[in-house]
């Protein structure tokens, strides 16, 4: 069985600056991917980074980047240069063995400040 | 191309109604799926159509009706529903190959936010 885990239900963070939205997971599985997907109030779930297990690189797409940290089971996004428009739920999510379909975390509420 | 559409956006309907949710993709996905959303959670698997069959039905009650025309249309569709279903619908496509890649990446529409008086 695989599980995700957000422990942060609601974050803070000021424009401009950077901030860290935890994930951690438990597979049995050695190859898995984790993803993350940001949900803005319109409610579309929109696809921001991809991490595959074997991946030797943290993944970075533009201002978002994986911190993946393979030993320690936890694959946390990073924001840099904070935006308004950041503001919105985050999803973690795994798929993982032979099973395209993910699971979900329960999500963290990121507000932006100005 | 990434673009999931969904219609309608929005819709209000009684409990004796009957509706449909469409849901379009053309990035040639061959898994097609149904979520149901409540606020502030994550999204509820409902439905997996892969090849256009149905492989995964999570125990959904039979007051919603999942259809796969073909590879890039997904219908639900919605009979005598009850107030507590009012949520969002999302569909999202994936590729089919499993093995932990990026290729099991989903797409998600915008949903639809559907109300039951």
């Known amino acids: 069985a695989q599980k995700i885990t957000q422990t942060q239900p609601g974050m803070f963070v000021q424009e401009k600056e950077a901030v860290t939205l935890d994930c951690t997971y438990d597979?049995?599985?050695?190859?898995?991917?984790l993803f993350w997907y940001k949900q803005p109030s319109s409610g579309e779930m929109i696809f921001l980074i991809y991490q595959g297990s074997y991946d030797e690189q943290n993944a970075t797409e533009g201002r978002y980047s994986l911190n993946f940290q393979k030993a320690r089971k936890s694959a946390n996004l990073v924001i840099s240069a904070s935006q308004l428009g950041d503001s919105a739920m985050y999803f973690c999510a795994m798929s993982s063995g032979g099973s395209y379909i993910p699971t979900f975390g329960r999500g963290t509420s990121l507000i932006v400040h100005p | 191309d990434t673009e999931v559409t969904q219609t309608p956006k929005h819709l209000v309907m009684g409990m004796t109604n009957k509706k449909s949710l469409k849901c379009e993709q053309h990035?040639?996905?061959?898994?097609m799926y149904w979520y149901k959303q409540k606020a502030k959670k994550p999204p509820e698997l409902m439905f997996v159509?892969?090849?256009?069959?149905?492989?995964i039905n999570e125990s959904v009650p039979s007051r919603f009706s999942p259809e796969c025309p073909n590879s890039s249309l997904l219908n639900l569709h919605l009979h005598a529903l009850q107030p507590e279903d009012s949520a969002l619908y999302l569909c999202a496509s994936s590729q089919v190959r499993g093995g932990a890649t990026s290729t099991d990446t989903q797409y998600f529409g915008p949903g639809t936010r559907l109300t039951v008086l």
């Open positions: 990035m040639g996905h061959r898994a």
């Open positions: 597979t049995s599985d050695q190859s898995y991917g």
């Open positions: 159509y892969s090849y256009e069959k149905l492989s």
